[in-house]
Structures are given as C-alpha cells and as structure tokens.
C-alpha cells in the first residue's frame, strides 16, 4: 500500500492505492475531508472486433450508506443513476478522453463509487483526481496526469474547493481541469460576472493543480505500472496517399455545399465507394479511420489556408437568426429559435411548488424549482434511431441550459412559480444547447416571466496547426468534429452565466482562452441584439392558461384553522374553488387557479378563517346564542364576542329577544380585547358610525 497527502486550500488531500480493488488494472482512493471516493481503471487486452469509435466507459456512482442514509422510495436500493451521477461521469470522461493515443481502440472503463461523503466537500473533483491518477498508475498507455479543482468566488475572494454550503453563497461556480501547463475542460456558471474572471479564477488554481499533479507523479513513482505496448489503428499510410488521389477533390467539393443534408449525402457515397472497393485488403476500422482522417485534414487546411468555412462565412460570422414567439396557443409559453441549421423549440410551463423536483442527494434533501430538459430526436441530424429515454448527452446538455438561465430568473417571494422548460431539438447542425439558451429566454419572456435580463449563448471552435492558430465563431457540427476546441459561452449583456469548454488537443494555453472569451462576448452581444428584436421585455400579463397564484401569510398557529381535523377544510376549499393551496410550516400559503373568480374566493375563505378580530373595527356577524345578560355574535369565523345587553341599542333594552334572535345578522363594533382574550362588541356604537357614514354619503371601516 503507498499513500501520498498534501495540504490543499486548507485541507488535507490524500491519494492512496495498494489497499483496495487489487484485481483491477489500478485502484485509487481519494480523500478530501471526510469525503472518499475510489476510482479503479480497467483496459481490454485485446482489440475489439468492429470497433468504430473509442470505447471508453466512466460511471460515478453515489451509495447512500456513504452518507449513513437509506435510499429513498419503495425499494431500498440505487438504482438508474441521478443526473448528477450522470453530469459527474461527463466532468470524469470529457477531459480524459482526448488525451488517449490516436488509434487507440481498447475498451477502457473508469468507475468511480463514493465511499464516504461528509456532506460538506463535493465528491466530484475527487473523481476526477482519482481517475487521472487511476490511468497513471495502470499500464494503460495513458500519460497525461490532468488535475481538477472548482473555484468559488464569495465577498469578491476566490475560493478553493467550496462547501456545499459555501456554493450557495458564492458568484461564480467553476470546475477546472487541467495539466501543468494547458486547460483541458471548463464547466461552470456565475451571476453575470464579467468574462475576465475566468482567467482570474483559472490563474488562481494554477498553483493548486501543479500541486495536485504532483502528488500523482510521487504516488506513479512508488507504484506505478510499466505502459502496455498496443496495437494502435493509424491510418494506412499507403491507402491514405490513395485516397487522396482517389477521393480527395470528392470531399474537398463536398464541403463547399453549404446545406448539411446533401454534404451528408455527398461524404456518405465516398464512404461507401471506397468500402467497397477496399474492403478485401482492409479491415473497415483501418479503412473508415484513414478516409475520416484525410476528410479532418482537408477540412482544417481549407480553415488554416483559406480561412474559408463549409458555408462560406468568415471566421468572426454568427449564421442567419431568427426567432418567433407565441407559436403554439395553449403553452404558457412558447418560442422557436433558429441558428443557421440548428433550431429549438422551447416551451414554458408555471406550476405551484406541488410540481417542485424532489432530489435526495449526499448533500440532502432538496427541490428544484426551475427545471429546463433538452431532447435530441433522430429526425433532428436525418437519422432513424430507436426513440428511448434521455441519454447522457442530452441530461448534461439541458443542465448547461438550465444553468445559464438560472442566474435571471426573479426571487421565489416575487414570483412563486415552479417553472419548467423543454427545449426540442428540431435540426442540429452544432451547438443546440445554447440554442436552448437562447429559445428558453424567449419562451421566459413569451410566458411573462420578470426575468432580469435576457440570455443567449455562442460557441468557439480552434483549428491549431504547429504556429497557426484559427478561432471560428459559432461552429457547425462538422468544425466541432474535425477542429480542437468547442467552448460554450452563454450571458447577458452584462456577464457570462454559464459555461463549457471541451478540447479535442492536450489542453489550451490561458493567453489563447482570453482572446476566446472576448470573441464568445461579442458574438453573443450580436445574438442578444437579434433576440430583442423578437421580444424586448417580458410580457406583463401570464398565459391565460397559467395559474394565478397568490400568497397569504399566516400565523403558524393559525395553520390548523385552515386545514381542519384530518384536512377536512382545506380539502372543502379545493373542492369549492378547485384551487390548489400549498400550505408550508412558517405559515405561508400559496393559492393557485387559472381561474380569477375563483382564485378570488379561495383567498378569501382562507383570509376569514385566519383573520385576527381588530378593536375599532365593524363587522357583520351572526348570533349564535342568545344570554339573558346579552348575545355572541361570531364575527369571524370560529370567533365570537359578546354584545353586552346595555350595548345592544341607543335605549334600555329590557329583553334581548327584543332585538335580537338567534342566526340575525348583525352589523357590531369591536370596543375591547381583554387580556384573557375575550371580545366584547357593541352594537349601538357599530349603528351610531352607520347612521352617521349614511348622513356623509359614505360607509366607514365595514366588513363583512
């Protein structure tokens, strides 16, 4: 067993191996506090047959026990991972999978499993650590070690590593992964901070990640494995000469067509034209992998030579945009938003805090409030596939969105609604999630929404050739495949409020990330620009199909006035006003109909149940009972006082039955609260102020 620790931002960091999963190819455990994670490494010996694309495989997996908890629901175990299992094993895969030998076609499979959680330090750097370190020690012929830390920013300070309650508090939320000397991903948001922040957050980690690599190479050293030599698939060198003469200028004219489907169609009868023919002397990995790289080669020497694009803009060009609101009649709000040939449909829906996300997670229970999902048909990019539930892609995808536009969402207390967005993807021909961003700020506004300010969302692409550097400005999907960076942007007009950034290379110098960050800014200014001219501001009346909700508080010891024994009045309402009613324990009740009549009367019967009596005040109650000494009169419901019988008129009154039986309404005055609570109400002073409102043309102080 060999250990290695260093103090990270305060606490102690501890990278062990030798003690657990020794039959895997290599095990890690990592310590942050008392959060543990360990993180094993498995690589096939042998070269699949048929293989087409990498196969690397990374699950994370959370075990409630980690926490001391039980799983929550009927059966007592994990199952489907959460998204946040998901969203970690993309934050462990992305900066990793780049870094693999080109032609590298082994099975490689990461799993990471939360061991202990203290519920303070987020387990997710720790994977991502741990899976660095993992692939190091194994004989995987890896040999990056990459780092990861998150940086919070709380009263204007950087923070290393926050709590989870410390990122509840903090401007800026961003996971930072990367080697020595480059940046390889960035996953994040902020509170509209100015986009050189990220740079000022990226150079204060610097030093904590060179630290953290170097633990990793110390632990290497003691017990590191000697690297596996593997078949790697490269392009054929003599088939690659072939191909160019052969088909070369058939891809090269392909990519002058502007329109994705027919490039497609063009680039899928090469493919095949040259499978055919080389399919007896070739396996089709060797002859897909050198027909795909001389495809890459000529894509990113047209860039680098020419500085023209497939579709012919300039490298510094944002597509054609256009938007269009309202377009589906019974939404609560409703937008399309078309980049180019890449289009969202997004819809708005408001709900009550019944339809709030419950999470149960490490850190504790929760809700969710806001939620934005992303689908991702086949029709979308012209393929047929087997519809099924959301895949990893699209969750990580729709928490980006969601992310983006969180920051401008108004307060719960100003707006009480449980909001949901949907973003469907209808074509895609690169970077659909901040189309999302910028149709689920369109379909906030079409839905009355106050939000703050509206968001859009752009994304960088790199073509790096050994001193020639090209930045393209909103990438196509095939600049995405054939390029080295695709790094997501999205913001308002006054900062950046969520982020990714994705390389295909080693990693990206922070001089090279400033210059990006200015290009996303602009650009996006330009998209905002075209947004407004669709909806400048939120509409300022809801959907007539949305519930109205309106919020009473109450004292907490009156809650049980308006729910009754066993939920009897409560329930009453609802079935009266078919209203829903959230009632919370501080006292606080939210009322919701699509209906305003009705909505009106279920405020109302709440507000009589939990009214409080005010001396001075005139009400119009009901006897209830009949004294020889005077009569009750309940003024509120379940609260009665006493007309003493010298209070009953302007004369002497010699029997109550005289003036009064039982159920009269009654118009009485509230003189006197005494101190063990009693009310004592007048009904001579309460026709005095009548006669003398009437005399004035006018009703004083009344309720009914």
Known sequence: MEKVSAAIGGKELIIETGRMAKQADAAVTVQYGDTVVLVTSVTAKDLGKEVKFFPLIVDYREKTSAAGKFPGGFIKREGRPTEKEIVTARLIDRPIRPLFPDGFFHEVEIMAIVLSADEENDPDILAMIGASAALNLSDTPFTKTLSAVRVGKIGGEFVLNPTYEQIQN???????????????????????????????????????????????????????????????????????????????????????????????????????????????????????????????NIVREKIIKTGKRSDGRGNDDVRPISGEISILPRTHGSALFTRGQTQSLTTTTLGTSEDEQRVDALSGEASKSFMLHYNFPPFSVGEIRMPRGPGRREIGHGLLAERSLQPVLPEAEKFPYTIRLVSDILESNGSSSMASVCAGTLALMDAGVPISAPVAGISIGLVKEKDKTVLLTDILGLEDQCGDLDFKLAGTGKGFTGLQMDMKADGLEVSLLEEIVVKAKAARLIILEKMNETISQPRPELSAYAPRIRTIQVKPDRIRDVIGPGGKIVRNIVEVTKAKIDIEDD??????????????????????????????????????????????????????????????????????????????????????????????????????????????????????
């Open 170 to 296: 903090s401007a800026l939320d961003l996971i930072i992964s990367a080697s020595e000397d480059a940046v390889v991903m960035l996953e994040g948001s902020a509170n509209e901070i100015p986009e050189a922040e990220i740079i000022e957050a990226i150079k204060y980690a610097q030093p904590f990640i060179r630290e953290i690599i170097t633990l990793q190479k110390e632990l290497v050293e003691k017990a590191g494995k000697p690297k596996r030599r593997v078949e790697l698939v490269n392009a054929d060198k003599t088939l690659y000469k072939t191909f160019e003469k052969q088909f070369g200028e058939g891809i090269n004219q392909a990519h002058t067509i502007a329109d994705k489907d027919a490039r497609d169609r063009a680039l899928k009868k090469i493919s095949e034209e040259a499978l055919e023919q080389y399919e007896e002397t070739h396996s089709s990995l060797t002859v897909n992998f050198t027909l795909e790289k001389l495809e890459k």
């Open 587 to 704: 006292g606080k009740i939210l009322i919701a109909s699509p209906d305003e009549a009705a909505l009106n009367e279920a405020v109302k019967m709440i507000k009589d149940l939990t009214a409080e009596v005010e001396v001075g005040k005139i009400y119009r109650g009901r006897v209830t009972r009949i004294m020889n000494f005077g009569a009750f009169v309940e003024v509120l419901p379940k609260q009665e006082g006493l007309v003493h019988i010298s209070q009953l008129e302007n004369r002497r009154v010699e029997k109550v039955e005289d003036v009064l039986k039982e159920n009269d309404r009654v118009m009485v005055k509230v003189i006197e609260i005494d101190k063990q609570g009693r009310i004592n109400l007048s009904r001579k002073q309460a026709l005095s102020e009548e006669k003398g409102s009437d005399e004035k043309g006018h009703h004083k102080g009344q309720t009914g």
